[in-house]
């Protein structure tokens, strides 16, 4: 359950961090990954947490299912408009 809270955590964050910015999708990937490594590293000095690779492979995938959502729902209504137009 815990892999699944990082996923949608993050997927959340690049979300959110899209709509207010509108980053190219390397610039975000990058500065989320510093974010999930950052923070795995405080949790790692912390005596009740743990770091975990895992958490960071699920940081990352939550934000790899916003873009692919996100171009999904691109293509999507790209199709339906001319589909429409016709």
Known sequence: MDKVGHLGSF????????LAFKPRWQYLAITLASYAIFIELVQSTL????ASVGDFIADMAGVLLFYLSH???L??????????SK
């Open 11 to 18: 997927f959340c964050l690049s979300y959110l961090t899209f």
């Open 47 to 50: 005596p009740y947490r743990s």
């Open 75 to 84: 293509r999507y209504f790209r199709a339906a408009k001319l589909t429409e």
């Open 71 to 73: 171009w999904g729902y």
